[in-house]
């Protein structure tokens, strides 16, 4: 079966928000975004499931070291953007869940695509929001 990982976008320097922290940390995501990607194609096993539990558990850091930022800058959008994060984080680890749960495998790799999908867009457009205020 093909899987998707040709067309996952990598992360490229046109979208760095200036912090080289968190544009290393975005680009550890793209990397594990794309393992992902790259093993979704093979079922629902093990290898799937633990590049899974590293991509949730680097989000999780990601967003609260994000947010800390939020609030040393001006940026006015932080309560939306952390509605943002809650949500990507709760169907992260609800779809981790589900692997458990419901056994349905093309669901639960469709779910894993929409989120994939989700957490790249959020990197890419919302993520870029607060370039500006990160300036000094
Ligand atoms: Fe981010
Ligand atoms: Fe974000």
Redesign the pocket.
């Known amino acids: 079966m093909a899987t998707r990982v040709e067309t996952l976008p990598k992360w490229t320097p046109a979208i760095a928000?200036g912090d080289a922290g968190?544009d290393r940390?975005?680009q550890a995501?793209f990397d594990q975004i794309a393992a992902v990607g790259g093993l979704i194609g093979r079922g629902v096993d093990l290898p799937l499931l633990e590049a899974l539990d590293r991509l949730v558990a680097t989000l999780e850091r990601?967003?609260q070291g994000?947010e800390r930022f939020f609030s040393d800058t001006a940026y006015p959008h932080t309560a939306a953007h952390k509605v943002e994060?809650r949500v990507l984080r709760h169907l992260a680890r609800h779809i981790r869940l589900s692997a458990n749960l419901v056994p349905d495998p093309d669901l639960f790799r469709l779910s894993l695509r929409h989120f994939l999908q989700a957490l790249i867009e959020?990197?890419i457009e919302?993520?870029q929001g607060y370039r500006p205020y990160l300036e000094r």
């Open positions: 928000v968190l940390e975005h995501l990601h967003c994000e994060h959020h990197i919302i993520d």
